[in-house]
């Protein structure tokens, strides 16, 4: 049961629920686990804008920051006796979930354990829903980890309605 489990994660408090559901269940299962993290067109753009000015590689920023994510990541399986790989999408081949899916079908994973925002009316409309995505179109179990009540509230507070964060 649940030998194979793909983790998507992002760095986000909502990923890190995700993971730690997954490594318990790994440790129920004596599964092990398969971290990906996905560098997309989206995050590309938001670093070109975090870095404007700076005359450096922005994928390589974004590929070092995302090892050091799944390195930490890889550590607390570890660390809780769970067997974790780790993998770094960084191709721009299609959207963060078709390339999850893919992810899960190559490796053949039996599960799909995801930490979710829980967005709803506008917040989703603007910023979408991998979860939600990859719950439809995966070939095997999705477990969706819902954020805390408090990471709704922080969310919709910094959110304003045109999509942009507060202060910018």
């Excluded at 000015?53 to 590929?63: H, I, K, Q």
Aim: net charge negative; charged share 20%.
């Amino acid at each position: 049961m649940y030998q194979r489990i793909l983790v998507p994660i992002d760095g986000s408090s909502t990923s890190s629920r995700g993971l730690s559901e997954a490594i318990r269940l790994a440790k129920l299962t004596g599964g092990r686990l398969r971290l990906v993290h996905v560098i997309d067109e989206l995050s590309f753009a938001l670093a070109m804008d975090a870095y404007a000015g700076y005359a450096g590689n922005w994928l390589e920023e974004l590929r070092a920051s995302a090892a050091k994510l799944l390195q930490a990541a890889q550590a607390e399986a570890v660390e809780a006796d769970v067997e974790a790989d780790t993998v770094l999408l960084d191709r721009f081949n299609g959207t963060v979930h078709d390339q999850i899916i893919a992810e899960a079908e190559a490796c053949k994973a039996e599960l799909i354990v995801i930490g979710t925002h829980g967005r709803r009316g506008i917040g989703r409309w603007v910023m979408g829903s991998s979860a939600e995505h990859i719950l439809r179109i995966s070939p095997v179990p999705v477990l969706l980890v819902r954020a805390p009540e408090s990471a709704h509230t922080e969310h919709e507070r910094f959110a304003l309605p045109s999509g942009t964060l507060a202060g910018q």
